[in-house]
Structures are given as structure tokens and as C-alpha cells.
């Protein structure tokens, strides 16, 4: 996941934009595989995990990332000449949501 931060520094506009790992599981996995798509927007909640190994050399490695519990798929906005976007639906045991966030999906 991308993270694009826009702030001034000496009266010029910098851009910012960090990456991180997002992991999913079961069929909130299945869910994101099918939706997602490089550029659409995206709110996940989660919690963040650490893994500490150290190599063949015995020297420390480490790695943070994010484990998805809930992700909200943002709608797509559709370019000119381009056909219109597949909308996200909710996961069959979903229950029903009010209209305004039905293309949340949470397990």
C-alpha cells in the first residue's frame, strides 16, 4: 500500500510517499485480490506486527507491517473514455450496510 503526504517546507510544496506491507487473510484476502487494483484508494484498520530473524551470518534482521482486519475499498473514479469500474460488493455473510459505506468489507 502507498501513502502519498503533501506538506511545505521553505514555501514549496514536498511530496511524500511511504509503502507499506499489508498482509490479509482468509476471505478478506480473496476479497482484496479481486478488487484491488494499483491506484484505487483503500482505508485498512489493523494491527501492526513485527518479525525479528537473523540470517546464515547471525545478523539481525526485521520487518513491520500491517495486518488487515478490516479494509474499505474507496469508489473508483471513472476516466474519460475509459469503461465504467466494477463495483466492490459486499462478502455474502456480510450483513447489510447502510448505502453510504456498502463497499466496506470486514471480517
Request: hydrophobic residues 35%; aromatic residues 8%.
Amino acid at each position: 500500500m502507498a501513502c502519498n503526504r503533501a506538506f511545505k517546507q521553505d514555501d514549496q510544496l514536498q511530496k511524500e510517499v511511504s509503502f507499506f506491507d499489508v498482509s490479509t487473510w482468509t476471505r478478506l484476502a480473496e476479497v482484496c485480490a479481486e478488487y484491488l487494483k494499483k491506484g484505487r484508494g483503500v482505508r485498512v484498520v489493523g494491527r501492526l506486527k513485527q518479525d525479528k530473524w537473523s540470517d546464515t551470518d547471525g545478523k539481525p534482521h526485521s520487518r513491520v507491517y500491517i495486518v488487515a482486519e478490516h479494509v474499505e475499498f474507496k469508489p473508483q473514479v471513472k476516466k474519460e473514455g475509459e469503461p465504467a469500474a466494477e463495483e466492490a460488493k459486499p462478502a455474502e455473510d456480510a450483513e447489510e450496510e447502510p448505502e453510504e459505506t456498502k463497499e466496506a468489507v470486514s471480517f
